[in-house]
């Protein structure tokens, strides 16, 4: 049977304070995450954004969600997913999705009391920069992880090797998912631990690296295992919110495609008349406003859903914002190269960055069918 | 000022429900006295069916109204009136306009229908032909009109009609009110391709309708046609429906009883798809009327009617491929049939799939819906056009 129950009500509309946040955001974005200096950094060797990084956390914006007494500002995701959205329209390369998210979320949930004050808040200062490293080499998330832990008196020896985990190379701590003998562990493990050898992937999106982590006889003290609760289940709540915040993302990153995609329309001018005259052109635009409108919902409903902590509805709001809004902004950035045409095609027009991202976004933490199969188990379906 | 307003609504509510009874009271008994107690529109003037009060306070009698056993549902047995004729009449008709015809309306004693479109003026509204000419203190009118929701109950039509050939098309065009019981008025059932007759063809034949029933003044036709569509948008996007209701609920319905768990992987995905972007695109409405009650609307509240056509027929169609050779039959048959109300609400998986297609089609097509949206929201220009500054005489028709 599917769910019939009517789901819980969130406000959309945002409050005066995330109104200014949004500003503030867009502000900094704008000076900062220009496109010859995204160009700048995803071609050099940083790996993201150092003064930018340094920037979002003089303002707060890496402590939002982490909790006042881990010395953040104990916003809720609401506040994280605006900033998100913000990041998706310039797609500036920062660390935010590995370290505040992914990373926090799962020592947040896993973690002791202890081990959270020892670890968040340098993550809120921004000077700790954690990545999440859970999947097997190959990508795949399954109970298996390419890692192993063996225990070794007080401490434990990691093997084994993870990929595609995100900004690994150049985070400064790494949360390890490793199987032991009692079944899933999660390790934070300092990335200049011996043993831990950090190589980027050759990506698609270059403004998001990954790199594969080769563990080879790492030890690490038990005391930096987390083990304030259940690492599967830590795991997974660590997921499903970086699921929503690259939902956010893309219904950013599809706004900004339709801007600059619809100012082109009106700009270009061939056969005597601007091309969005055209309705092959017009059309095309409509749909996407559509597709784009209705994103952004899904994307907002989840991260209110997710603020709000209703799990039950999370498991439904999650994976269909995740599905649709990947779906939608892969349409969006192709149509978006089409309409640019022969310019869209260049490497000096921003188009490709946005196409990249979108297919590098959809297919990251599982692809939208991944994701439907997970809202067919939610609904009954 | 809110308080005032609540304490105003709810002192009329109290009012009505003591006297008449909602459970208990004849249903057009009850929509009069309804419409007495300025409750009918609450933001329209008083003795007119409303109290001037904020729109927002209708929800509340509305539900009230429901919750007490009354019934609400002459917005859906008139909703041309309702929905599109008393918005026009109250900002374009007389006082004796309002003062004859909105109450009955209100009441259902009289069904109303709207008589715009016509077979060679579709998309292209102002381009339509039927005329009316002025002889003393009457208008004779001649022509046809197509589409024509309900005509057949109608005692009375919203028409538009073409009084000067000679001016450009929008200029020469007059509102009337018409009587469709009056002399050389036909209507004949449009026979669908689902086998019903919702709407119907009107012919006019040397009808005649006199002066005091134009609706604003001759040749500002199109003004009052567009106030009257203005109403048609807020009518038909005033409720958000439940998650998983409309045609997902067929589309789900067809999968439980005939694949259930054991289902093909790819339909299964397919379906959620669907599910997905139902839900996404419910929630948009949901944003659109938050965003609207706050007085910030933004384009999420123009993309529901595009949306919805073209979602809503691929999930019908989808539904069908779901039943596989049950999709081959349509139970029932085609025997004509000419419904009370809009066939839109509550009907087979069969009919909903022929029905839908009509969903790109009427209320404007999802081409004309994306003109506007590509022109009024994202600010492209518009189409070259061959038909402005010329007599509507000379420009080419089909």
Known sequence: MTVTTAPPVVAFALTEEQKLLVDMVRDVLKDRATSERVREVMLGDDGFDEVLWTELANLGLTGLTIPEQYGGAGSTFTELSLVFEELGRRLAPVPLLSSVVLGAEAVLAAGSDEQKGAILPGVAAGTTRLALAHLDPAGRLTADPGVRAVRDGDAWVLDGTAGFVVDGRTATHLVTAANGPDGLELFVVAGDTAGVERTDLEVLDLTRPMASIVYSGVRVQDADRLSGADAVAALHRALEAGVVAIACEQAGGTQETLRTTTAYARDRVQFGRSIGSFQAIKHRLAEMLVASESARSAAYHAARILAAGEREELAIAAPLAKSYCSEIYEQATGHGIQIFGGIGFTWEHDAHLYFKRAKSTKLLLGDPKHHRALLGQAIGL | ?398
């Not at chain 2, 009354?70 to 006082?95: E, K, P």
């Not at chain 2, 009375?156 to 002399?183: C, N, Q, S």
């Not at chain 2, 085609?334 to 069969?350: K, L």
Request: proline share 6%; charged share 25%.
């Open chain 2, 1 to 398: 000022m809110a308080t005032d307003e609540r304490k105003l609504v709810d002192e009329q509510i109290e009012a009505l429900f003591a006297s008449h009874p909602p459970a208990d009271t004849p249903e057009r008994e009850f929509w009069g006295a309804q419409f007495d107690h300025g409750l009918a529109w609450v933001q329209h003037a008083e003795g007119f069916g409303g109290l001037g009060v904020s729109p927002r306070w209708q929800g509340e009698v509305d539900r009230r109204i429901n919750e007490a056993g009354g019934s609400t549902r002459n917005r859906y047995l008139n909703v041309l009136g309702i929905g599109m004729g008393a918005g026009t009449i109250m900002a374009h008709g007389t006082d004796e306009h309002q003062q004859r015809f909105l109450r009955p309306m209100f009441a259902c004693e009289e069904i109303w229908c709207q008589l715009f479109s016509e077979p060679g003026a579709g998309s292209d509204l102002a381009a339509l032909a039927t005329s009316a000419k002025q002889e003393g203190d009457t208008w004779i009118v001649n022509g046809q009109k197509v589409w024509t929701t309900l005509g057949h109950l109608a005692k009375w039509g919203l028409l538009v009609t073409r009084t000067d050939p000679d001016l450009p098309k929008h200029a020469g065009l007059t509102y009337f009110i018409v009587d469709m019981e009056a002399d050389g008025v036909d209507v004949r059932p449009l026979y669908q391709i689902t086998g019903e007759a919702e709407f119907n063809e009107v012919y006019f034949t040397d009808t005649p309708i006199p002066d005091d029933l134009r609706v604003g003044e001759v040749g500002q036709g199109w003004a009052v046609a567009m106030t009257t569509l203005m109403n048609e948008r807020v009518a038909i996007g005033g409720s958000v429906s439940p998650r998983g209701s409309g045609s997902i609920s067929l589309a789900v319905e067809a999968w439980e009883k005939l694949h259930g768990q054991d289902g093909d992987p790819v339909q299964r995905d397919q379906l959620l798809s669907y599910w997905a972007e139902a839900e996404a695109m419910r929630l948009t409405t949901l944003r659109a009327k938050e965003a609207a009650k706050q007085g910030t609307p933004g384009p999420e509240g123009s993309t529901a009617k595009l949306h919805w056509a073209d979602l809503n027929k691929a999930i019908t169609s989808f539904t069908m491929d779901l039943m596989g050779p049950e999709g081959m039959t349509y139970p029932g048959g085609y025997e004509f049939t000419r419904p009370d109300q809009t066939s839109n609400r509550g009907t087979s998986a069969h009919k909903a799939f022929l029905r839908s297609r009509a969903n790109s089609i009427e209320g404007g097509t999802s081409e004309i819906m994306k003109n506007i949206l590509g022109e009024r929201v994202l600010g492209l220009p518009g189409e070259p056009r061959v038909d402005k500054n010329i007599p509507w005489r000379e420009v080419p028709r089909s």
